[in-house]
């Protein structure tokens, strides 16, 4: 996630706060670290040290066998990773009154699931640019969600890393 919060000085001058959260863990990474625990034990069951060059090459394998599985596409949130958005949400909280810090006027987000929950649980009460709240003043005004393609995670080919089509991503109830 990359938050941004823009104060307008003048119109030629501004200033702007970033804050950038990483998301929170999805459900192939719980995965992973759960297939490379079972691969280390079953190494160490028949005989191998758990350094061995052995154990090191059927953990990675493990690994690999989970992040290329096609059931892996844009995964979701673990039950870890929602708890830790959730604590995230409470600690920026904290963090921006402590110190005094700017209003969080925009949110910009990948299109991969695991971001967009993340965002989700972080501002729930969020919109879209179009759906914006005009009404409020400014400063209760929740922070607009816009989701860019462009902050998206590295092109690895990998389906945890590839983005649901951007019609399933707009019917998210997250983003009406």
């Known amino acids: ?23 929170a863990e999805a459900l192939h990474n719980q995965l992973e670290k759960e297939a490379q625990s079972n691969a280390l ?8 040290a758990p350094d061995s060059l052995y154990a090191k090459k059927v953990q990675e394998e493990a690994r690999k066998a989970i992040l290329e599985s096609d059931g892996m596409g844009d995964p979701p949130l673990s039950e870890f990773g929602i708890e830790e958005a959730r604590k995230a949400k409470s600690t920026l909280e904290q963090l921006i009154a402590t110190y005094d810090l700017p209003r969080i006027e925009e949110v910009w987000v990948s299109p991969l699931q695991r971001t967009l929950q993340t965002a989700a649980t972080i501002f729930p009460e969020s919109s879209r640019p179009d759906t914006a709240a005009s009404s409020l003043s400014n400063e209760s005004r929740p922070p607009v969600i816009r989701v860019k393609k462009e902050i998206e ?24």
């Not at 996630?1 to 998301?23: C, V």
């Not at 034990?41 to 191998?48: E, K, N, V």
């Open 1 to 23: 996630l990359l938050l941004s919060t823009a104060m307008m000085k003048s119109r030629l001058d501004h200033n702007y706060t970033l804050y950038f959260i990483r998301h």
């Open 41 to 48: 034990s079953l190494a160490i069951s028949q005989g191998h």
């Open 153 to 176: 995670e590295r092109q690895t080919g990998l389906p945890c890393d590839m983005h649901s089509s951007f019609e399933m991503l707009q019917s998210r109830k997250t983003f009406r």
